[in-house]
């Protein structure tokens, strides 16, 4: 079964992706995140534990499908759709049951180019009979400084727009997908 990651990687470059079958690739960060991200949303959004269902690494899709009815915040939700397994970052069901959609960015400016990877995972997302309403990124502020206590209101934002590559806002989320 393939995972919507290992289509960007493909399409990124063929031998990496073979590469990444075989072997691990070691990756330097210039951002050290020594908290927990799933943590920081549910901080940033001020979910309780119990109220929120976090999906975890080869779980079944059935398991996040079956907690639809359960809960009303979701973190790492997988699933599925004819073999094309998806990960969602983070989502809000509405009374309506319609979703709002965040995708995590550990960049402070995140590029037009994950735009392909959002509408592909939403593709398969309605291919599973889930409506989405509205689509954000949560990513890291480019303002914010740490100071002695980390402040996850100051380091995240939520925004619905993509940056150039001189780091200026270009186009709104809803434009690219």
Same mark, same amino acid.
């Given at each position: 079964?393939?995972?919507? +990651?290992?289509?960007?990687?493909?399409?990124?470059?063929?031998?990496?992706?073979?590469?990444?079958?075989?072997?691990?690739i070691e990756s330097n960060h210039f951002i050290n995140l020594n908290v927990d991200l799933n943590q920081c949303i549910m901080e940033y959004f001020m979910i309780k534990e119990?109220?929120?269902?976090?999906?975890?690494? /080869?779980?079944?899709?059935?398991?996040? +499908?079956?907690?639809?009815?359960?809960?009303?915040?979701?973190?790492?939700?997988?699933?599925?759709?004819?073999?094309?397994?998806?990960?969602?970052?983070?989502?809000?069901?509405?009374?309506?049951?319609?979703?709002?959609?965040?995708?995590? +960015?550990?960049?402070?400016?995140?590029?037009?180019?994950?735009?392909?990877?959002?509408?592909?995972?939403?593709?398969?997302?309605?291919?599973?009979?889930?409506?989405?309403?509205?689509?954000?990124?949560?990513?890291?502020?480019?303002?914010?400084?740490?100071?002695?206590?980390?402040?996850?209101?100051?380091?995240?934002?939520?925004?619905?727009?993509?940056? /150039?590559?001189? /780091?200026?806002?270009?186009? +709104?989320?809803?434009?690219?997908?």
């Amino acid at each position: 079964m393939l995972h919507i +990651s290992d289509i960007t990687k493909m399409e990124r470059c063929l031998r990496a992706f073979q590469l990444s079958r075989i072997e691990k690739i070691e990756s330097n960060h210039f951002i050290n995140l020594n908290v927990d991200l799933n943590q920081c949303i549910m901080e940033y959004f001020m979910i309780k534990e119990d109220e929120v269902f976090v999906g975890v690494r /080869n779980d079944d899709p059935q398991r996040a +499908s079956d907690a639809f009815h359960q809960y009303q915040f979701f973190i790492n939700a997988r699933f599925a759709y004819d073999e094309m397994r998806i990960k969602i970052p983070f989502m809000i069901k509405g009374e309506d049951d319609s979703l709002t959609v965040y995708f995590t +960015s550990l960049q402070l400016y995140p590029k037009e180019g994950q735009g392909q990877y959002m509408a592909d995972t939403l593709e398969v997302l309605r291919l599973c009979g889930y409506q989405v309403k509205d689509v954000y990124l949560f990513h890291l502020n480019d303002e914010y400084v740490r100071e002695k206590e980390f402040d996850v209101f100051k380091a995240f934002k939520v925004s619905d727009t993509f940056y /150039n590559h001189h /780091n200026h806002p270009s186009h +709104s989320i809803s434009e690219i997908l």
